[in-house]
């Protein structure tokens, strides 16, 4: 009899132990678990900061794109930097650099 008393005590003490343990599992590292909730939470905040980022870029760009297209001075700008383009009748002055010998 008292065989079984301590095996049936034993036994509890396991299967406690194994609800316990597989608790813990499910709570936290299951794919429903509180630690893959954090990192998928985390990957959204990124993800949220990247979309405002692009939606940024993309107003910039839009904006960019206007000026281009309909703004005279932004044009006379671009293609005065960008190409050396000059007015009739302007006088250019190059500036140059002397190299030390």
Sequence with gaps: MRIFEINKK?????VGIAFVVFV????????????T??????????LL??????IRQVE???TRLKMLNYDT???ERVARE?????KMNE???AITKKKAN
């Design 10 to 14: 034993i036994f509890r003490l396991i």
């Design 24 to 35: 813990v599992y499910l709570l936290f590292f299951s794919r429903f678990g509180y630690f």
């Design 37 to 46: 909730k954090w990192k998928l939470e985390k990957e959204r905040k990124e």
């Design 49 to 54: 900061n990247q979309i405002q980022e692009e």
């Design 60 to 62: 910039f760009l839009e």
């Design 73 to 75: 001075l932004e044009i």
């Design 82 to 86: 960008l190409y050396g383009l000059v």
């Design 91 to 93: 006088e250019i002055y």
